[in-house]
């Protein structure tokens, strides 16, 4: 409802270009399997969260024609940076105090799409300079490659120059810990796998989209 509220208040402001901020959770949620979504990929979103900005993006498109503007939908994955406030973030917090923390290592080449702010701040900046390139398009953003959370904290760690010590629970007690219903949820959520393909976006920008290793060393140094 606040999506079509701003839709509508749009042309009495001459608004003739609109970016919404979609996820990638229209396609599903994390799992154990190596798929890697599209923007052909069909959406089957699980969360109320997630269909409710499925049902935000095709408003946005039906509504264009009617209001007359242009708009770019981006699909995000997680999103870090500077402040950013999540379980993540925590345990960022906590390689920062050089103190150990567990992990899962990545014997099943589980990975996650990320997006650093940096990057999604270069877009959107090219967007305003050029607003020909809001041109009714829907892409997946995020950062230029795809890794695992073990990987994500080692890198952090390296680039922080953190004393912190990786704790990797063993894969026996890992598949044991999803096999626990009040468990299972959590582990697949925060290890299991989720990446979307980017090709689409950097193929349509001439910004240098950074890899998570190179936005990671930023944020270490802020």
Same mark, same amino acid.
């Given at each position: 409802?606040?999506? %079509? ?12 270009? $609109?970016?919404? $901020? /979609? ?6 949620? +994390? ?6 979504? #599209? ?11 997630? @269909? ?12 264009? !024609? ?36 567990? +992990? ?14 940096? !990057?999604?701040?270069?877009?959107? !900046? ?13 892409? !997946?953003? /995020?950062?230029?490659? #795809?890794?695992?959370?073990?990987? $994500? ?11 912190? $010590? ?26 299991? +796998?989720? %990446? ?7 193929? /349509?920008?001439?910004? @240098?989209?950074? #890899? ?11």
């Amino acid at each position: 409802d606040l999506t %079509e509220k701003i839709l509508i208040k749009l042309s009495k402001y001459n608004c003739k270009k $609109f970016i919404y $901020f /979609s996820s990638c959770k229209v396609y599903g949620e +994390s799992s154990f399997k190596k798929t890697v979504y #599209s923007e052909q990929t069909k959406p089957k979103p699980i969360t109320d969260y997630a @269909k409710s900005k499925l049902n935000a993006e095709n408003l946005v498109i039906k509504k264009s !024609n009617k209001y007359k503007y242009n708009y770019l939908i981006y699909r995000l994955p997680f999103v870090y940076g500077k402040n950013f406030k999540s379980n993540l973030a925590k345990i960022l917090k906590i390689i920062d105090l050089s103190l150990p923390i567990p +992990s899962i290592s990545n014997q099943f080449n589980l990975k996650k799409s990320f997006l650093s702010i940096e !990057n999604l701040l270069a877009i959107i !900046n090219e967007n305003i300079k050029n607003d020909k390139t809001i041109d009714n398009n829907t892409f !997946n953003l /995020s950062d230029l490659d #795809s890794i695992s959370v073990d990987d $994500f904290l080692k890198i952090y760690k390296k680039h922080k120059r953190s004393r912190s $010590f990786i704790i990797n629970i063993p894969i026996i007690f890992f598949k044991i810990l999803i096999k626990i219903p009040i468990l299972n949820k959590i582990v697949i959520k925060i290890f299991g +796998s989720f %990446e979307i393909d980017n090709k689409k976006i950097i193929n /349509s920008t001439f910004v @240098k989209i950074k #890899s998570t290793d190179e936005c990671l060393y930023d944020l270490s140094k802020n």
